[in-house]
């Protein structure tokens, strides 16, 4: 639109000025007292007035075509400003993640009164297999993972055990996986037991806690935590929670089934721990 009017507005103006140069000359030559310039003016006049309201014309559209120009810069400017804040409020939103998690990280290392952090792990991918429960992480062996160590979360929620390392990478067996097997006890009451993967349980993202004492006082909603029996997860870490206590199918055992209580499928980050004094 602009580009037309500016085409427009040039061939009008020097149209104008053929015009107003015209009508001056004709003036000069006869003046305004004689009846030849009385005979012009009369017939100029109105097209004088015309000439006039053309002028204002064009000053208008010139005025919209500035207007414009000058609206379009403002809007670049105002673009690039809001770009930079949004930028800034990015890497604000980051810093205050990074922050966060590192306060959450100081205070599980001052938990940890048997066991240390040793990494923290992006998790690179996951399996598909519906017969097993692993992930891969973005730490290996250079950054001193070693198989064994356990797999937490930020809070201090159990989340698995590295079974493999790479230089560069390493396997997690998650808790539901059906190869675990975790030396558990009931935090309210002290009752032990070996929390583990179940095929059925494991599809729910569950596991079940098994080999209790008979008449175990069991209740839903117990916290289930490592008892730190056996040589690799420290004692103390939280495994979950009780949602249902059952006997088992062939009759004989009574069994819990257990809910993590990290959300395995909501796992970005997570850090390898080792333990570190004998429970």
């Given at each position: 639109m602009n580009k037309f009017l500016k085409q427009k507005g040039i061939k009008l103006a020097m149209v104008l000025i053929v015009v107003i140069v015209a009508i001056t000359i004709a003036s000069a030559v006869w003046g305004r007292g004689s009846p030849i310039g009385a005979v012009i003016k009369t017939v100029t006049s109105p097209f004088e007035r015309a000439v006039t309201a053309l002028v204002g014309k064009v000053e208008d559209a010139y005025g919209i075509i500035f207007a414009y120009e000058h609206t379009k810069a403002e809007n670049a400017e105002l673009k690039l400003k809001i770009s930079d804040m949004e930028t800034e409020i990015r890497e604000a939103r980051d810093a205050n993640a990074e922050n966060i998690r590192l306060r959450a990280l100081l205070e599980l290392v001052k938990a940890g009164q048997n066991y240390k952090v040793i990494a923290a792990a992006p998790l690179v991918s996951?399996?598909?297999?519906?017969?097993?429960?692993?992930?891969?992480?973005?730490?290996?062996?250079?950054?001193?993972?070693?198989?064994?160590?356990?797999?937490?979360?930020?809070?201090?929620?159990?989340?698995?055990?590295?079974?493999?390392?790479?230089?560069?990478?390493?396997?997690?067996?998650?808790?539901?996986?059906?190869?675990?097997?975790?030396?558990?006890?009931?935090?309210?009451?002290?009752?032990?037991?070996?929390?583990?993967?179940?095929?059925?349980?494991?599809?729910?993202?569950?596991?079940?806690?098994?080999?209790?004492?008979?008449?175990?006082?069991?209740?839903?909603?117990?916290?289930?935590?490592?008892?730190?029996?056996?040589?690799?997860?420290?004692?103390?870490?939280?495994?979950?929670?009780?949602?249902?206590?059952?006997?088992?199918?062939?009759?004989?055992?009574?069994?819990?089934?257990?809910?993590?209580?990290?959300?395995?499928?909501?796992?970005?980050?997570?850090?390898?721990?080792?333990?570190?004094?004998?429970?």
């Open positions: 996951r399996t598909s297999s519906s017969w097993a429960s692993t992930f891969t992480i973005g730490e290996g062996n250079i950054a001193g993972v070693e198989a064994g160590d356990c797999v937490i979360t930020e809070h201090g929620y159990l989340v698995g055990l590295v079974t493999e390392v790479a230089p560069t990478t390493a396997t997690v067996r998650t808790i539901i996986d059906v190869d675990s097997g975790i030396g558990a006890i009931i935090d309210r009451n002290g009752v032990t037991g070996i929390a583990s993967g179940d095929f059925q349980l494991m599809r729910k993202g569950k596991l079940t806690l098994k080999y209790l004492p008979d008449k175990a006082d069991i209740l839903n909603g117990d916290t289930v935590m490592t008892s730190g029996s056996g040589e690799l997860f420290p004692a103390g870490i939280v495994i979950g929670s009780v949602t249902a206590y059952t006997i088992d199918d062939s009759g004989m055992e009574w069994v819990a089934e257990v809910t993590p209580a990290v959300d395995l499928e909501a796992v970005t980050e997570v850090f390898i721990a080792r333990r570190t004094v004998p429970n």
